[in-house]
């Protein structure tokens, strides 16, 4: 075969096979004719004239994301570094425009995320960033769509995804937080001794008063058993002096053997002689005789008429002689 028909024939093979092209899902190709916008073709197989049209360009209609860090500073003088997502795709109807009117796509994103963001961060403070994230990335979406819009973009979605302060407002944050919890424990700390403090001098109140109502009652049955004694001692024949003397005496006595049962115990008794129960005794009827003495005297003084005052007076009064004194030697 001849050697030049068989180049013709390839190359009119290669020609032949150029026409058809394919396109992959969720892509756009741009066919252009002599260099002039022709069509655009979806995806699937595809045929084209050869020599006379080409494929311009693909376009991508899958939902692409654009991570842009800014660092600016906020109201209270602190840079932060924040980083934007930026979610976006290219709509299938507006494809023409996506692929004329726009070279570098991303650049453009990235040039509106810095002009919103540093428009909108020095407005706050670094706490309000934190709290108010959601609102710079409407902002940024809202700017986003109004310019992306007319070249064929559609933005999704917008996300502040990391704040990141200098290195030292951050140790300076986590102190102030670290204080902060410190001061709650103190206050938590306080207030459960405060009630540990209450509850105990409430137990102790509630145990001074039976204690003290312990007290009461054992005197109460030391005094009734006093007074049985005394009402036994009388019937044989013993008067309530008498009835006393012993009494006293056997408790006298009864302490004593109380003291020296304790083998540790320092206490001196004093005065520790025989007659020391009888002299109780008798100053302990020494005083109730005068007492009641006194109490006479004092019955007799409240009965007597006072006298009475016709009109009152004021200042002192000095007391004026009678009339015919008289004078007894």
Same mark, same amino acid.
Request: hydrophobic content about 40%.
């Given at each position: 075969?001849?050697?030049?028909?068989?180049?013709?024939?390839?190359?009119?093979?290669?020609?032949?096979?150029?026409?058809?092209?394919?396109?992959?899902?969720?892509?756009?190709?741009?066919?252009? @004719?002599?260099?002039?916008?022709?069509?655009? @073709?979806?995806?699937?197989?595809?045929?084209?004239? !050869?020599?006379?049209?080409?494929?311009?360009? @693909?376009?991508?209609?899958?939902?692409?994301?654009?991570?842009?860090?800014?660092?600016?500073?906020?109201? +209270?003088?602190?840079?932060?570094?924040?980083?934007?997502?930026?979610?976006?795709?290219?709509?299938?109807?507006?494809?023409?425009?996506?692929?004329?009117?726009? /070279?570098?796509?991303?650049?453009?994103?990235?040039?509106?995320?810095?002009?919103?963001?540093?428009?909108?961060? !020095?407005?706050?403070?670094?706490? +309000?960033?934190? &709290?108010?994230?959601? +609102?710079?990335?409407?902002?940024?979406?809202?700017?986003?769509?109004?310019?992306?819009?007319?070249?064929?973009?559609?933005?999704?979605?917008?996300?502040?995804?990391?704040?990141?302060? +200098?290195?030292?407002?951050?140790?300076?944050?986590?102190?102030?937080?670290?204080?902060?919890?410190?001061?709650?424990?103190?206050?938590? &700390?306080?207030? #459960?001794?405060?009630? =540990?403090?209450?509850?105990?001098?409430?137990?102790? #109140?509630?145990?001074?008063?039976?204690?003290?109502?312990?007290?009461?009652?054992? =005197?109460?049955?030391?005094?009734?058993?006093?007074?049985?004694?005394?009402?036994?001692?009388?019937?044989?024949?013993?008067?309530?002096?008498?009835?006393?003397?012993?009494?006293?005496?056997?408790?006298?006595?009864?302490?004593?053997?109380?003291?020296?049962?304790?083998?540790?115990?320092?206490?001196?008794?004093?005065?520790?002689?025989?007659?020391?129960?009888?002299?109780?005794?008798?100053?302990?009827?020494?005083?109730?005789?005068?007492?009641?003495?006194?109490?006479?005297?004092?019955?007799?003084?409240?009965?007597?008429?006072?006298?009475?005052?016709?009109?009152?007076?004021?200042?002192?009064?000095?007391?004026?002689?009678?009339?015919? !004194?008289?004078? /007894?030697?």
């Amino acid at each position: 075969m001849d050697i030049p028909l068989i180049i013709f024939l390839v190359f009119g093979l290669f020609i032949f096979l150029s026409a058809f092209f394919t396109v992959k899902q969720q892509t756009s190709v741009v066919v252009e @004719r002599f260099g002039k916008f022709l069509s655009i @073709r979806q995806s699937g197989l595809q045929l084209k004239i !050869p020599l006379i049209d080409r494929i311009a360009g @693909r376009v991508n209609l899958k939902i692409q994301q654009l991570d842009v860090i800014i660092e600016t500073k906020t109201k +209270d003088n602190v840079f932060v570094k924040l980083k934007v997502s930026v979610q976006f795709m290219v709509v299938k109807e507006t494809v023409y425009d996506a692929f004329y009117k726009l /070279e570098y796509p991303h650049d453009q994103i990235t040039s509106y995320v810095f002009d919103v963001v540093r428009a909108e961060v !020095p407005k706050l403070k670094l706490d +309000d960033v934190f &709290e108010r994230k959601d +609102d710079i990335a409407i902002a940024v979406k809202r700017e986003l769509n109004e310019a992306m819009t007319t070249y064929g973009y559609t933005i999704i979605n917008t996300l502040v995804t990391d704040i990141d302060p +200098d290195i030292q407002v951050k140790n300076a944050m986590n102190r102030i937080n670290a204080a902060d919890r410190e001061k709650t424990v103190a206050e938590f &700390e306080a207030e #459960a001794s405060r009630i =540990r403090i209450v509850a105990k001098a409430k137990a102790e #109140a509630e145990s001074k008063r039976l204690q003290g109502q312990g007290i009461a009652d054992q =005197r109460r049955e030391i005094a009734r058993g006093l007074v049985e004694s005394v009402d036994i001692l009388n019937r044989v024949g013993i008067n309530s002096q008498e009835a006393s003397a012993l009494i006293v005496v056997t408790q006298h006595y009864d302490t004593l053997q109380a003291i020296g049962a304790d083998t540790n115990s320092n206490l001196i008794l004093l005065p520790n002689s025989p007659q020391a129960g009888s002299d109780m005794l008798n100053n302990m009827i020494a005083s109730f005789s005068a007492s009641n003495q006194v109490g006479e005297m004092m019955k007799k003084r409240s009965r007597k008429p006072k006298p009475k005052i016709d009109e009152p007076q004021t200042g002192y009064q000095a007391p004026q002689a009678p009339e015919n !004194p008289e004078i /007894e030697i």
